[in-house]
């Protein structure tokens, strides 16, 4: 079922879910990206007019190994294509519980409302109370009211002021959505979303379900990488990222922190206090420290590299203050670590005077602050991305983007396939689509002082690469909706989702078949890029941002026209056209001639 919520009207309905969707497009990430081509088009992301899409997939609500994620899909203010974000929480347990695979939420409220979907009862409260409040404030507020057993997803203040790379957070240090999708929350007057579900989901093959999950959850904590990822989590890479060139250091200007030991994983354990972690895993990775204020931070590996090394800061308590000011206010840690180190490099060139300087502490702290508020004219300005603002300041050459969307945590001067990675995701520079640096540095690792020849290398072989993890991650994953990490970072066989699947759809589910559906929403989602972008898609939108061609680290850079080849081999394993676009062919093969006629005049 999918409940529709019209903020404007107040209407509210519930449709089936055609089958055939499900069967070409599982769920979440692929049923998000179905209702936004269809629904969702020319429209201005921050009005009433966008969507946004809560969606969950076949693995939530049941007891799936790290299947408690939920997508978070709208038009992006950031980017203008298409956005998504994937969050760990008990909503996406409480949704599918409460009978639903997905909300689409429509219109806009003139009073800040908050919706309470309790089963088949659902109803537009007043927010009234809550407006203005940080993202755990709310949370901790909502579950007085309605209960602790309830999954809840918030925006914070950024959100409310339509803060470009506003969040949703659930759960005090779950976030998801870093294309906009917390500004889409707030232009919609949306504070939060509560739902409790009290049914049951159904498992077409029981027996099946209950022997393959059962043996899934025995077998992770006997993998060998088990116990260190249970000390470091994601932390573990930001040693590595800087033993291998690969750690953005002061706005991507360096790759190697000359601090770096003071904010990795090591320090983080002599710093922590707890853990938490997703619904359903038995893996949890969310350390938790105490920042210089003495609150609790929940710690990522993404969150501290770009508030740490990325801004020149070198002592985690302080890190771990900006990052629990992002999820207070429920900004991305990733974007505002590039638009702060971004404010710091255009202040040493003397374009930003009241910008802090690379490490400067309180002045972070407050800048931070001030973003979220959109309070005065520089914060107002990286409110609205570092795109928008290098535009402005005719500081692009410095702006580390893809399509609008900030560049995680990922150094590319002597990685093409990870910059093609970046180049090419379905959102913008993600690495949640093809984290394919670890198998460019795995397959050479560099010696101390040494770069590998394979690393500097553009084989068409990193092209194929990069489409395998998409598949994979920006694919599978996002359409199941399950935690990839156990594959990822414990080497689960892949095969058990394939096996999971198939035992609670009743269908025969291999892995070559949920790759089609994985190509499929691909092909799907570029064509809504193009479509989008009316004329103005190019293939230079899948380039990565310019420093990498440009700056030299170490002598090392990349080279833009081994790049563009690259870039073309990639296009040609994927069915698309010299430009990036699906072919009529390709289209057809996949199933999607309902786009045919939209792109008309575009295909080749
Ligand atoms: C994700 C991106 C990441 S990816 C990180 S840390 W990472 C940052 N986390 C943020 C945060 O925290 N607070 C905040 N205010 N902003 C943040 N921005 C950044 O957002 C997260 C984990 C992690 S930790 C990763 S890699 C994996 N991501 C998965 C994914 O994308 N899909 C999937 N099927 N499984 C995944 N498992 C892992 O989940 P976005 P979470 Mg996230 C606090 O949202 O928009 O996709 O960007 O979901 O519940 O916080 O778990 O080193
Ligand atoms: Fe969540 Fe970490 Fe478990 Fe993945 S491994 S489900 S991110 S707690």
Redesign the pocket.
Known sequence: MILRVNLSTRSITKEQVDERTLDDFIGARGLAAKIIWDEVKDVDPLSADNKLVVAAGPFNGLRTP?GG?LV?AAKSPLTGGYG??????MASVHLRKAGYMAIVIEGTSEKPVYLYVEDDHVSILSAEGIWGLSTFDTERKLKEVHGDHVGVLSIGPAGENLVRFA?V??QE???????G?GAVMGSKKLKAIVVKGTKDVQVKDKRAFEEYTREVYKIIPKLPAYDFWMRQ???A?LEWANKNRALPTRNFSQVKFEYARSVDGYSMEAMKVTKRG?PNCNMI??NVVLDMEGKES?L????V??LGPNTGMPSLNRVAVL?RL??E????????GVVLSFAMEAHEKGKIKEAPGFGEYEKSVELTKKIAYRDGELANLLADGVKKAAEQLGLENIAMHVKGLEV??YNCYIYPAMALAYGTSAIGA???EAWVIAWEIGTSPLEEGAVSKYTMTYSSEKASKVIEQQRI?GGM??M??????PW?ELGLDLDWYAKILSAITGKEWTLTRIFEAADRVYSLIRSYWVREFKGKWDRYMDYPPERWFEQEVDGMKLEKDKYDQLLSEYYKLRGWDERGIPTTETLKGQKLDFVLNELKGVLS
């Open positions: 790290s994620k978070i998504d974000g994937n969050i760990g929480t969040v957070i659930s240090g779950r976030s998801g959505g870093r294309p999708m989590g994601t932390l890479t997703c990775c969310g929940e990522d590996y993404e969150n590299g770009m990052n992002a999820d206010l429920g900004m991305d840690t990733i974007s505002l995680s945590a993600h690495h949640k991650r994953f996002e199941l909706t399950a935690c990839r990490l990822v």
